[in-house]
């Protein structure tokens, strides 16, 4: 576990877990978030997952998966926002649990925090990437490159996103991406940099930029981003 240096989150830190099952995962998540609800403790798991196809809350198997889709692949229900999407070997999965409510973020700001930290690391890779009106992510001019859905759960957040790496990308046939067919997709590894990237790496840039975020909207008195509404489908807000 890395022990992050931090002014205003001193009580911060990053676990990279490798390959993962996804059951195993999620039980760690709910495990985690026990400990945050509360307190100042930020955990922050970067990880990849066996090949899994997740469905968040507006998902449905008959309307998201490809006829074609590899059986042997396991479906999983989850209670993200979103729709469905594609995890695999090479795709960095970031997973951070905070307590909003202690901190004063509201949800949609803590969605700009995550989506300007890893539009941040892409481009220390030299990939420029944006945000769209159409859906959520980020995307190249070349296609989705990252995928955002998370809960929250009485002020305590969980899920988070998912960053296209070096996976096999065309897996991503098997599903409806954010409710589009056979949507255009990226990934970084197709891009030229004399910069390590494999996965550990990628994740400890990005958390150094997710830092610098918090820290930004930590210091502004209003909301800095307005991404997303209030309903915004990437988000599942619980208060039970």
Not at 60 to 89: F, N, Y
Not at 174 to 193: E, F, L, N, P
């Amino acid at each position: 576990m890395t022990e992050l240096n931090s002014t205003n989150f001193e009580n911060l830190s990053a676990e990279f877990l490798g390959l993962q099952d996804y059951s195993d995962v999620l039980a760690k998540q709910l495990e985690l978030v026990d400990t945050v609800r509360g307190t100042k403790t930020i955990r922050v798991l970067g990880l990849e997952f066996k090949p899994v196809i997740t469905l968040g809350v507006r998902g449905r198997r008959e309307d998201d998966l490809a006829e074609s889709v590899d059986v042997s692949i396991p479906v999983v229900k989850t209670d993200r926002g979103g729709q469905a999407t594609m995890h695999m070997p090479g795709q960095l999965v970031v997973y951070p649990m905070m307590d909003l409510k202690t901190y004063g973020i509201g949800v949609r700001d803590f969605v700009c925090v995550l989506s300007k930290a890893t539009a941040a690391t892409l481009n220390h890779y030299g990939i420029e990437a944006f945000s769209s009106d159409e859906a959520p992510g980020l995307y190249t001019v070349r296609g989705k490159i990252a995928f955002i859905g998370i809960r929250l759960d009485r002020g305590v957040v969980r899920h988070g996103l998912s960053l296209n790496v070096s996976n096999d990308i065309g897996q991503f046939g098997a599903i409806r991406s954010c409710g589009v067919t056979s949507a255009a997709v990226d990934k970084m590894a197709d891009y030229k940099t004399s910069l390590p990237m494999d996965l550990n790496s990628v994740f400890q840039n990005w958390m150094i930029e997710f830092q610098r975020e918090l820290d930004l909207v930590q210091r502004a008195n209003t909301e800095i981003c307005s991404l997303q509404s209030p309903k915004d489908p990437l988000t599942i807000v619980s208060n039970h």
